[in-house]
């Protein structure tokens, strides 16, 4: 009797306390977005405390309803690491002591010349049946367990430590190609990730619904309005490579005819990496003057491999001394229209572009708050400076909402915005 063929559902859980303190927790979006790359959909995750109990009913859930479990967290020598003994609780199965795990343990601890501590001998532990997932990086290896179903696959539980360094080559190397040999055989699947710029995620949503309800049926669609950007993710599958291909393409020639001028990238492509290869395109190189986002901008800049072959540098010009005896504001300008001006902003981008000899200079100044504004100029005006990118300078007018975080952020994300913008202007 042949497995029974269907899209697999697929859970994560997260553990820990601090996850429901105010912690943000950045694994659901890695998690969410690689298995949907992959072809696979998340159809729940939760997150739950350092609790035994709260672990292990939602695995005795799961092990009811769905086909694929990923525990993150949970696998560390404290007290409060629980997820072996509740996964072993919830599906009745013993821990196993494992000598040679705790023997690798031992020696990890003694390449660091440190004693290793008696609890750590819980981490040698491990679910009857469960493969041991090796961890490189951390003392807790994961855990791969596949339970037999009759007519079906096999549902597989898998348990990953907590943090990122560890989590996320375990999760790629060990858990992702499990998944696509389980489950992935039959899936042919073709998957878009679309950022959009210079629009807003209700306009976006305005522009997209007539392809949305075009296609209905046919794709899965999601947007997420994130700073000063719009993701639109759309997946199609077939029942051949092929046939999902071709469905991809049609579909985003459709997305492409309602917000293509918005589009300035795909997958993982950022806004400071497309902008990159634009100043490489037209060899020009760059430097930021910034005032209310404190580095903030060339801190995105330079996180891309390589910007040093065309970012020159940047200055946090936080005082108006700053600003004028460094950067060459003018007094009067200061004095007349303020930090925060169209006049101002236009002076620090030019002055920085001639301070760094760069071909073109950016520069954002405003008030990102919570105090500091007033009935003229409130929290969240901002001002972008464009130098070079035309014959004159240019300027372009913010009003952000948001926490004080929040607005220098977004300040950031619109100045490369705009710059991006006017480079490919340039480039037609």
Excluded at 239 to 260: D, F, H, N, P, Y
Excluded at 335 to 342: D, E, M, T
Excluded at 368 to 391: C, D, I
């Amino acid at each position: 009797m042949g497995f029974q063929k269907r899209t697999p559902r697929i859970e994560i859980l997260f553990t820990g306390s601090e996850l429901l303190e105010g912690r943000p927790n950045t694994h659901q979006n890695y998690l969410c977005l690689k298995l949907k790359n992959a072809g696979f959909s998340v159809v729940r995750a939760t997150t739950v405390p350092d609790n035994k109990a709260a672990i292990a009913l939602e695995v005795k859930d799961w092990s009811l309803r769905s086909d694929a479990l990923i525990i993150c967290g949970g696998l560390g020598p404290t007290f409060d690491d629980l997820s072996r003994e509740a996964a072993s609780e919830a599906l009745k199965r013993p821990l196993v002591y494992h000598p040679e795990i705790f023997k690798a343990i031992k020696a990890r601890f003694s390449r660091y010349r440190s004693p290793i501590p008696a609890e750590n001998k819980k981490q040698a532990y491990v679910i009857e049946g469960a493969q041991v997932i090796e961890n490189p990086r951390g003392s807790a290896p994961g855990q791969a367990l596949e339970i037999a179903r009759k007519g079906e696959i096999p549902q597989s539980l898998f348990l990953l430590p907590g943090p990122f360094a560890e989590m996320s080559p375990l999760f790629e190397g060990a858990v992702l190609p499990r998944l696509r040999f389980l489950y992935g055989q039959n899936l042919f699947s073709e998957h878009l990730l679309l950022h959009l710029s210079g629009i807003s995620e209700s306009a976006a949503d305005e522009k997209l619904s007539p392809v949305i309800d075009a296609f209905n049926g046919q794709a899965r669609f999601t947007i997420l309005g994130l700073l000063a950007q719009v993701d639109f993710y759309a997946s199609v599958e077939g029942k051949s490579s092929q046939e999902a291909q071709r469905k991809m393409r049609k579909l985003k020639a459709a997305i492409l005819k309602k917000v293509g001028p918005f589009v300035f990238g795909e997958g993982e492509e950022t806004l400071e990496s497309v902008l990159g290869r634009a100043l490489l395109r037209a060899k020009k190189t760059l430097a930021v003057a910034e005032s209310c986002t404190a580095g903030g901008l060339a801190s995105r800049i330079t996180s891309v491999p390589g910007s040093s072959d065309y970012f020159k540098g940047g200055v946090v010009s936080y005082s108006n001394d700053v600003k004028r005896d460094f950067l060459g504001v003018q007094s009067k300008t200061l004095s007349r229209f303020g930090a925060v001006s169209p006049e101002c902003a236009v002076e620090m981008a030019e002055g920085v572009r001639r301070k760094m000899k760069a071909s073109l200079g950016i520069s954002i100044t405003g008030i990102a708050g919570p105090g500091g504004g007033s009935a003229k100029k409130p929290v969240g005006l901002v001002y972008v400076g464009l130098s070079g990118f035309t014959k004159k300078p240019l300027t372009r007018q913010l009003h952000l909402i948001g926490d004080r975080e929040t607005v220098r952020k977004r300040a950031a994300s619109w100045a490369l915005h705009f710059s991006l913008q006017e480079l490919l202007l340039g480039e037609k």
